[in-house]
């Protein structure tokens, strides 16, 4: 069985796309790795899917080149119909044709006469080959979902586009599907990139995590160099819940409320980025853990939000797992226990 | 500080979005050309009317601003709201009890409810002189002197909304279908009865097709010509014939066909307004789940008793007296069946060509709004509409008009009666295929160019496939209405080309009802699949 895609790398350098007054797409510049999985995270209004159907030739760039492997689909006076891509574009809603039964939505990009072979294998690398002859609507969202990646990947395309490929699936369905995609997608070895405004979604799926912001990429890395180590405050929280302490940094340290910890090429007054989760407490600390008091708690099973109030009035939230509960005015010590990131303080706020 | 996922989870955000950037792409070229050269064509025939009236104001103005026209609005518009307000009191209960209940044999009531629109209002007045007139059935079977005189408003306005209630059944129809069922469980469960909640759920989503159906009703009161002749009824296309047929001075005629158009815009105008007030739009995902059917219980036998009686009155007597008339007509020698046939090809020729080109305007003018909305092709989609305000007695005299100065050579040829029933009749045609396009997700398209196939092996493949409904019903809406239309074909048709439309209306005025029987039972035999297509489509399709 082969359907292993001619996976090519895909680069978008000073792409633009405004309509009218309005940038959509200010200058993104993005490299994904032939065969990796990317993920291109960000609020929605960001450009994220402008971007995507940029690559797909969907809207013409203002400016900006994008090449897929060595073939330059996008420069200045050029433009390659969306046909000539050899890309394969998984849609939101899907975007199944709904005259055309399962068998006949995989084949179509397989010309007049689809290979029937390369269909079954497709059919049986989604696991769909029983429903073959079914009609479309027929189906569930996670067997549309899979047609329609299946579709996309019948034309042995160098890159997959998915547009927010799990939004209009439940919670419970998401998840395992995710895994599955994920699986599909690295078995058919081919380069993909999809859109997203799940960060949990970006985190888990994807090898690296491009984060946009107004038009712009604003981070790119590995799942867990975006997570702890967010390139601005914005990723930071973007990205989940953060907490944000003052402190003073000299000569390669950082002092803070929750504790004092190496810090480089920082000098001056800084900010101290923590996660809840990073955040440990307990009845005794190390040296240098901070005094408080537990001023809240939210249980929420197999862990819990626990509100501290420092002793300069701060209130910060640590993550820990269900048990031991803690409970309101109970005095207690905080210390940071993971990464922690440093930046000059902002001097907005 | 606290941006979490829930704060950007807005997923349907993009959607609309998305939509707007769409509608800065650019035509095709060929598209945008054969767009532009379909609506000029469409304008042409008021064009020219204006073009008349202003190079000759005086006579026009006399005219328009007689005091005897006056009098003829006032006529034609009180006949107009008359006939409505009627049409929409029978179809919103008929709709309401073939879509939601359990009637018996809804289906069936349905089809049947409709079919009286396939009787041209012509025919059905001649049956209802023929049979309640001075010298009908009714009076020879009582044996009576003298009936109430059937002619006039009451007898324009029983005829007129006999055969054009099924105008406003149809949208309405449709409408009730798509509404979503959970919308009244809702209403329901938030503990509005029955009654209220139609009328605080149901009704103001009815509101679109009941405006749109109603204003149907009126603008083709407005431009009837063959039924208000034959009850004597003084409307306005009236005084346009007669004012075409007597006088030698054409501004005249071109003034008053100005007028007509005019209340017919303001109409329209209205009704548009009616209508975007009060359009709804389905949120939520997902297709509805067909509604659960209302159980009429004891109520279902006075129910079936009103569908009875209407398609009695409407449907089952007309073609009663229709097969009575053409059986005496058979028996007496006085018909020719080889006639019959020679009128009938002619008029399928008709039928057919206008069906075709209004069909292939329609969709160009369809594709053109639903895929690249913008300044132009808005403009190109009103002046798509504007067969709407022109009635057929407007458009065949400015084709005349236009024929006899400009290009003589285009006077009475069928090419110019196929012209004009087309572009008469193309706004039936926009209307399904917009329909069913605006049903066709941009999205599946671009899927299809990411498969490897150019724009044109998507339209073949993808899009023209999905349109198929539509561009039939839209096509087979131009054909009935254009082998039922009098007074352009009249005015149009070649020297000797006789339709069988033309033949009912000749034969009727000379008084030899048994002589236009078998054009008229031919005609609605042509008619009737059609519109059979027509009205089961919401419930056959998807």
Known sequence: MTVVASAAPLRLSGLRKAYGEVPAVDGVELEVEAGSICALLGPSGCGKTTTLRLIAGLERPDAGEIEIGERTVNAPGRFVAPERRRIGMVFQDYALFPHLDVAGNVGYGLGRRPDRDRVAEVLALVGLEADARRPVHELSGGQQQRVALARALAPT???????????????GLRDRLRQEIREILLN???????????????????ETVAVMREGRVEQVGTPEE???????????????????????????????????????????????????ESIAIGLNGPDGAAEAEVVNRRFFGHDQLVELRLRSGQVVRSRRLGFPAWHPGDHIRAWVDGPADVMPRDPVG | MEAGAGAFGDAAAPRGRRSSLLSRRRPPLVILLAGVAIGACVILP?????????????????????????????????????????????????????????????????????LPLVIPTYVGAYLFVAALGPNGLLRDALGVERLPSIYGFSGAWIVLTLFTYPLVLLPLRSALRRIDPQLEDAARAMGRG????????????????????????????????????????????????????????????????IVLVVLMLALLWIGSRIRSARATHRLGPGP?????????????????????????????????????????????????????????ANSLMTGIGAAIAGGLAALVIAVLVGRYPGPLTRTIERAGHAGYALPGIVVALALVFFATRAVPILYQTLAMLIFALSVHYLPLAIGPIGAALAQVSPRVEEAARGLGRGPTEVFRTVTAPLLRGGILAGAALVFVHAIKELPATLILAPIGFRTLATE????????????????????????????????????VAS
């Not at chain 1, 859109?195 to 799926?205: F, K, P, R, Y």
């Not at chain 2, 103001?204 to 010509?225: R, T, Y």
């Not at chain 2, 073609?319 to 009938?344: C, D, R």
């Not at chain 2, 699949?529 to 419930?539: D, K, N």
């Open chain 2, 504 to 539: 009912i209306w000749n034969q009727t005025s000379y008084g030899f009802y048994e002589a236009s029987a078998i054009p008229a039972l031919i005609l609605l035999l042509i008619a009737a699949p059609p519109l059979y297509l027509l009205s089961e489509r919401g419930t």
């Open chain 1, 226 to 276: 975006i997570y702890s180590r967010p390139a601005s405050r914005w990723v930071a929280s973007f990205l989940g819940e953060i907490e944000v302490v003052p402190g003073q940094a000299a000569e390669g340290r950082v002092e803070c409320e929750l504790g004092t910890f190496p810090a480089e090429q920082v000098e001056g007054p800084v900010d101290v980025l923590v996660r809840p």
């Open chain 2, 194 to 257: 029955p009654f209220q909640t139609f009328r605080s759920v149901v009704m103001p989503q009815l509101w679109p097709a009941l405006a749109a159906g109603g204003l149907l009703v009126a603008l083709f009161v407005m431009s009837d010509f063959g039924a208000v002749s034959i009850l004597r009824f003084d409307s306005f296309t009236q005084e346009i014939y007669i004012s075409y047929k007597s006088s030698f001075d054409r501004t005249a005629t071109a003034g008053l066909g």
């Open chain 1, 188 to 206: 058919a070895g081919v380069t993909a990139l999809f859109v997203t405004h799940d960060q949990a979604e970006a985190l888990s799926i994807a």
């Open chain 2, 46 to 114: 008021a064009a020219y009317l204006v073009i008349v009236v202003a190079g000759d104001l005086g006579p026009a103005l006399d005219t328009a601003l007689d005091s005897r026209t006056a009098g003829v609005v006032g006529r034609t518009l009180g006949l107009a709201a008359a006939v409505t307000a009627t049409s929409i009191a029978i179809a919103l209960p008929i709709a309401w009890l073939t879509v939601r209940t359990d009637l018996p044999g809804r289906r069936l009531w349905a089809t049947l409810c409709t």
């Open chain 1, 157 to 171: 395309p160098e890159v997959v586009l998915l547009d927010e490929p799990f939004s209009n699936l439940d919670a």
């Open chain 2, 288 to 344: 509805a789940r067909p509604p659960r059917p209302y159980a009429l219980g004891a109520w279902r036998w006075p129910a079936l008793a009103s569908c009875s009686a209407l398609v009695l009155i409407a449907l089952v007597l007309p073609v009663g007296v229709l097969v009575y008339w053409a059986s005496q007509g058979i028996s007496a020698g006085s018909t020719s069946l080889s006639l019959a046939a020679g009128l009938a």
